[in-house]
């Protein structure tokens, strides 16, 4: 699917051909051969590229790529910044001034390569931030979507950064209801919901729909990301110092149409966001696997446990008891609750976080503005 005038990306139904002509029996470039392969060759290999040249820049905008050298040497970053952290809908007030009214948004920095969770309330105070930063300089995101609901994309018509000339923002997300990731957020911002058509906008954007089990991967000097399946990315050498690899895991934890989970990696720590996702009595353990360890869970914590049972049963949100219990089980090394209830004040999350902690002891709420270097050891 192509948005006007713009360059848009899909999966290939079969691989393509090596440069020699080759495939292998599945109709894959072989993977030998692919992972060889240079930045834009490997990436051309693997997805159609659209007539319209890419105008893709670094994030930061301020320089252009070095050389893997230079980049190797760069001391890593790797920092979360929460500019929404409710759910359902937006509840500004006094009642919500410690933990923040805004729906779910979270940056993540990784040596200078931006991606964003989530579009919902939060992202419109962040994109004015992302601008002021790049000070009239390419700007380059990567926009990480988990599903279609209206708390996790709200925002996005406010957006700031689309409207610039010098910013290019890549889609990422599931395929819901028959509809690919473009279709999925075209509607949200365009006639007759919107009176601004994304398609008509500025910016520079691509969209790629991830499956089950997908992996992005940005190589050091590489502005475009490479999309790779679970068994591809098996062959992939290890990371270097300043790769930013993230693992999509598809679940129906979330009723209906289901959400992703995101598993961010970047100098050897992991971030986990996983929010809108219900346990239930059960904790599946494959998804228990896709969480283990890692360094950081961002895990919906909705409700509390008493509300679960009375009316909240099936809306697709954990309690805190579950995510504390998640923590446990995945041995993850630190618990940040998500998504909070619009209806619990400050002082309800406060005595959440309290209850939470006597359960897991390595575990916050999160707040409006709450800063986290993952690269810092607690």
């Known amino acids: 699917m192509r948005a006007e005038g713009k360059a848009a990306v899909s999966l290939l139904p079969q691989g393509p051909r090596a440069i020699d002509g080759s495939m292998d029996d599945s109709g894959l470039l072989p993977l030998a051969l692919l992972v060889k392969l240079p930045c ?28 893997k050298e230079q980049l190797m040497a760069e001391k890593p970053r790797f920092r979360v910044r929460f500019w929404g952290v409710r759910g359902s809908y937006p509840v500004p007030g006094t009642q919500t001034l410690r933990y923040g009214g805004n729906t779910a948004c979270v940056e993540v920095d990784a040596s200078g390569r931006t991606l964003v969770l989530d579009a919902g309330s939060g992202i419109i105070a962040l994109g004015d ?25 709200l925002g996005l018509p406010f957006f700031a950064p689309l409207y610039e000339p010098t910013v290019s923002i890549d889609f990422f997300g599931p395929r819901l209801a028959g509809r690919d990731v473009e279709g999925l957020v075209v509607p949200v911002m365009s006639p007759p919901y919107f009176p601004v058509d994304i398609r008509q906008l500025p910016s520079q954007r691509a969209f790629y729909t991830l499956e089950d089990n997908m992996w992005i991967i940005w190589k050091p000097g590489c502005k475009q990301p490479l999309l790779l399946q679970e068994n591809q990315a098996a062959w992939e050498p290890p990371p270097l110092p300043t790769e930013v690899r993230v693992h999509a895991r598809f679940t129906t934890l979330h009723p209906q149409n289901g959400s992703l989970l995101y598993a961010i990696e970047h100098a050897g720590r992991r971030l986990i966001y996983a929010t809108d996702l219900e346990w239930g009595e059960e904790y599946q353990s494959e998804m228990l696997a896709f969480l283990e360890r890692a360094d950081l869970l961002i895990h919906d914590a909705q409700y509390t446990p008493e509300d679960y049972q009375q009316s909240r049963r099936g809306f ?12 446990q089980l995945a041995r993850v090394r630190e618990l940040v609750l998500f998504h909070h209830e619009p209806t619990y004040d400050d002082q309800k999350l406060e005595r959440i976080e309290s209850a939470t902690r006597r359960q897991f002891s390595r575990s916050r709420l999160a707040r409006e503005a709450m800063e986290i270097d993952l690269l810092v050891s607690p």
């Open 316 to 327: 697709g949100h954990s309690t805190y008891e579950m995510a504390a219990t998640v923590a």
């Open 40 to 67: 834009r060759s490997r990436r051309a290999a693997l997805f159609k590229e659209s007539s319209a040249s890419y105008n893709y820049h670094a994030t930061t905008g301020n320089t252009s790529a070095g050389t």
């Open 129 to 153: 931030s992302l601008l002021r930063r790049s000070n009239g300089n390419a700007l380059h995101i990567a926009l990480l979507i988990t599903h279609a609901h209206g708390d996790h994309l």
